[in-house]
């Protein structure tokens, strides 16, 4: 891990998943008793990954929580995913992938596979909250804060994210925060993205059969 200068941080393919698994399983029980769910909806039964080349965030906070979803592509019956809530008031990424694969009967594996901000104007996106199970990069914080209160990333003079999304998600829970935060190619498997305006440039979706190595987003 290397210090840099001025309120800087910089750890190398640093995984900002650092809900320790105990925690996350506690979270879960203490997270479905106060009605803590991290999206604002039933998340899907498929997680997705997203890959890209340079993210840039200004008002960087993130917490624990939990999102409920179905436990499948077919039934009703729900589960709860423990998962890290990477927030930014604001954010702008280069090449960007987002890929998700569905089992489809007679067909097989289908991969449907968006891709935007390939050209000179970044994809960007404000209040942008990211419900994360995994995810690895080159990192680099700037005027980072770890250890604090879930609750206060918020705060007016000492919060430095956006608005906390529920404020029953373990309010007093192990939470950090930053003035910016940088990262390079980035790779991660995710539950559910919510943003107050996401906009996509370049952008391009297209069905693939297959999946894997060359064909997913990695």
């Known amino acids: 891990m290397e210090s840099v200068a001025r309120g800087g941080t910089r750890w190398k393919r640093f995984a900002l998943v650092m809900v320790p698994s105990v925690a996350a399983t506690a979270?879960?029980?203490i997270g479905l008793a106060q009605g803590a769910l991290a999206a604002s909806f039933a998340v899907s039964g498929q997680e997705f990954k997203v890959k890209a080349g340079h993210l840039e965030g200004q008002g960087f906070a993130q917490y624990g929580g939990v999102d409920m979803g179905y436990a499948s592509l077919k039934g009703d019956e729900k589960t709860a995913h423990p998962v890290a809530i990477s927030t930014f008031k604001t954010a702008t990424?280069?090449?960007?992938?987002?890929?998700?694969?569905?089992?489809v009967p007679l067909l097989g594996k289908i991969t449907l596979k968006l891709k935007a901000g390939t050209g000179k104007t970044p994809v960007s996106a404000?209040?942008?909250?990211?419900?994360?199970?995994?995810?690895?990069?080159?990192?680099?914080?700037r005027n980072m804060d770890?250890?604090?209160?879930?609750?206060?990333?918020?705060?007016?003079?000492?919060?430095?994210?956006?608005?906390?999304?529920?404020k029953s998600?373990?309010?007093?829970?192990?939470?950090q925060q930053a003035d910016e935060a940088?990262?390079?190619?980035?790779?991660?498997?995710?539950?559910?993205?919510?943003?107050?305006?996401?906009k996509l440039s370049n952008l391009s979706m297209r069905l693939i059969r297959g999946s894997g190595d060359g064909i997913e987003c990695f």
Do not use: R
């Not at 770890?146 to 529920?166: F, L, R, S």
């Not at 990262?183 to 539950?191: C, G, H, R, T």
């Open 27 to 29: 979270a879960i029980g």
């Open 182 to 198: 940088i990262l390079d190619n980035v790779e991660q498997k995710a539950w559910a993205t919510t943003a107050g305006t996401f």
């Open 146 to 166: 770890i250890g604090v209160a879930a609750k206060d990333t918020d705060n007016p003079g000492t919060g430095k994210g956006p608005a906390v999304k529920d």
């Open 126 to 141: 404000e209040n942008l909250y990211l419900d994360i199970s995994q995810l690895d990069a080159n990192a680099e914080f």
């Open 169 to 175: 998600i373990l309010e007093n829970g192990f939470a």
């Open 93 to 103: 990424i280069k090449n960007m992938c987002q890929s998700v694969v569905t089992d």
